[in-house]
């Protein structure tokens, strides 16, 4: 019987002491939001290659993501990095950014030579990158496993890099 006195105590108040609450209606989409380039670093939050890291000396903060965000094995795909001076707070537009990868396991590299895009190259010899975005085409995991991918950032505060592991399963 003191069961189910519990149980009709329960139900009058609410599991958690509390009178339940309606949930409010979720708001409309803004339909004036602009929507995310897929070559943004942002666009793919939950994708495996996504990753936002910080270089050995503290020097950059990246945001990295390959493009497509879940690579084949044997398939071309860029890497977009993001790429901003810790100590400014900016985006690097003028800088340059290296990336390559290695199965140190295996001791071998890719079989491709990654090429970072130039950039916006004008009339002047700098080929600044909007927003610190920088594009390397040509990427190709040529076998499944853990691959190390090895970034290098040069801009006006110096040089200094990171690394990730990513496997391709």
């Known amino acids: 019987m003191r069961a189910a006195h519990v149980l009709v105590l329960s139900l009058a108040f609410g599991a958690c002491g509390s009178a339940p609450t309606a949930t409010p209606p979720a708001a409309p989409a803004d339909p004036a939001a602009a929507p995310v380039a897929p070559t943004d670093p942002s666009a793919s939050p939950a994708a495996p290659s996504a990753k936002t890291l910080t270089t050995q000396s503290g020097t950059y903060e990246l945001s990295v993501?390959?493009?497509?965000?879940?690579?084949?094995?044997?398939?071309?795909?860029?890497?977009?990095?993001?790429?901003?001076?810790?100590?400014?707070?900016?985006?690097?537009?003028?800088?340059?950014?290296?990336?390559?990868?290695?199965?140190?396991?295996?001791?071998?590299?890719?079989?491709?030579?990654?090429?970072?895009?130039?950039?916006?190259?004008?009339?002047?010899?700098?080929?600044?990158?909007?927003?610190?975005?920088?594009?390397?085409?040509?990427?190709?995991?040529h076998m499944g496993g853990e691959w190390t991918v090895t970034i290098e950032v040069v801009g006006a505060s110096g040089t200094d890099s990171t690394s990730f592991v990513y496997e391709l399963k």
């Open 65 to 141: 993501v390959f493009d497509p965000p879940a690579p084949e094995m044997g398939a071309l795909f860029d890497v977009v990095a993001t790429v901003v001076d810790r100590r400014t707070k900016l985006p690097l537009v003028n800088g340059k950014v290296t990336l390559n990868a290695r199965m140190p396991q295996h001791g071998h590299g890719m079989e491709t030579d990654p090429a970072q895009d130039a950039g916006a190259c004008g009339k002047d010899p700098t080929c600044p990158h909007e927003g610190g975005v920088y594009r390397t085409k040509g990427f190709k995991f």
